[in-house]
């Protein structure tokens, strides 16, 4: 199995925003309360976990 430590970010912010780079105008975003200020980890996918993009 493949070690994907380098695509992860903990975050513990009130607000957790996460947002896609590559959307026009950045419009792509998830947004989590988090009033608990949990451990979140937010994954990097795309040119990280799934290096490359396809061609349709």
Same mark, same amino acid.
């Given at each position: &199995? ?5 695509? !992860? ?5 009130? #607000?957790?925003? !996460?947002?896609?780079?590559?959307? @026009? #105008? #950045?419009?792509?975003?998830? @947004?989590?309360? #988090?009033? /608990? @200020?949990?451990? !979140? /980890? ?6 990280? !976990?799934?290096?490359? @993009?396809? /061609? &349709?």
């Amino acid at each position: &199995m493949r070690d994907f430590q380098d695509c !992860v970010t903990v975050r513990s912010d009130l #607000n957790v925003v !996460v947002s896609d780079p590559s959307s @026009r #105008n #950045n419009r792509s975003k998830f @947004r989590l309360h #988090n009033p /608990k @200020r949990a451990s !979140v /980890k937010v994954v990097q996918i795309d040119d990280c !976990v799934i290096k490359g @993009r396809c /061609k &349709m």
